[in-house]
T-cell receptor, first 111, second 113 residues
Framework: QKEVEQDPGPLSVPEGAIVSLNCTYS??????FMWYRQYSRKGPELLMY????GNKEDGRFTAQVDKSSKYISLFIRDSQPSDSATYLC???????????FGDGTTLTVKP | DVKVTQSSRYLVKRTGEKVFLECVQD?????MFWYRQDPGLGLRLIYF???????EKGDIPEGYSVSREKKERFSLILESASTNQTSMYLC????????????FGQGTRLTVV
């Protein structure tokens, strides 16, 4: 079983919809949680970065972490066609000193 | 603007060839990483390095080696390329510490025929 499981998608929504992207994990040593966005034929770029349980908001994006349930989410409000990309969750095990990535969810926002 | 540069966007190599993938970062980062990305398998760590001349195996090091002679440069070497090494290869770098953001290069799409 993978340490990080991500909803596989693909996901297709109309412009303006609220999008929910989710990951679960099994390793309690994960302490830092990130969401990366990857456009086609590009490298991933960091979107959101959180440490503690709770919500963190940045514009239309909200990252949510529930350590007790080992569950993280990324919400996108008022989704735009420019949000069409693959979204990767990532978690850092501070003991191992490296990140573990989910497989990614491909999102398409249709105008 | 921070930058991680991979030497090639696309490469086609023959089975058995020795292949070098180069990565350079201009952010004075201590940590550098090589991943491969495959559909359905996500990003998998091949090797990483915390300092010059230091290297650590990741999750899938078999068939690969690395070299870090200078802080800014991290090379991935396929000693004898095989078709199952056809993949997207991504280099990343970050500052020392386990809680820091990784910056990725644009990726190299390698096809081994």
């Amino acid at each position: 079983q993978k340490e990080v499981e991500q909803d596989p998608g693909p996901l297709s929504v109309p412009e303006g919809a609220i999008v929910s992207l989710n990951c679960t994990y099994s390793n309690s040593a994960f302490q830092y949680f990130m969401w990366y966005r990857q456009y086609s034929r590009k490298g991933p770029e960091l979107l959101m970065y959180t440490y503690s349980s709770g919500n963190k908001e940045d514009g239309r994006f909200t990252a949510q972490v529930d350590k007790s349930s080992k569950y993280i989410s990324l919400f996108i409000r008022d989704s735009q066609p420019s949000d069409s990309a693959t979204y990767l969750c990532a978690m850092i095990n501070t003991n191992a000193g490296k990140s573990t990535f989910g497989d990614g969810t491909t999102l398409t926002v249709k105008p | 603007d921070v930058k991680v540069t991979q030497s090639s966007r696309y490469l086609v190599k023959r089975t058995g060839e020795k292949v070098f993938l180069e990565c350079v970062q201009d952010m004075d980062h201590e940590n550098m990483f090589w991943y491969r990305q495959d559909p359905g398998l996500g990003l998998r760590l091949i090797y990483f390095s915390y300092d010059v001349k230091m290297k650590e195996k990741g999750d899938i090091p078999e068939g690969y080696s690395v070299s870090r002679e200078k802080k800014e440069r991290f090379s991935l070497i396929l000693e004898s390329a095989s078709t199952n090494q056809t993949s997207m290869y991504l280099c990343a770098s970050s500052h020392r510490g386990t809680d820091t953001e990784a910056f990725f290069g644009q990726g190299t799409r390698l096809t081994v025929v």
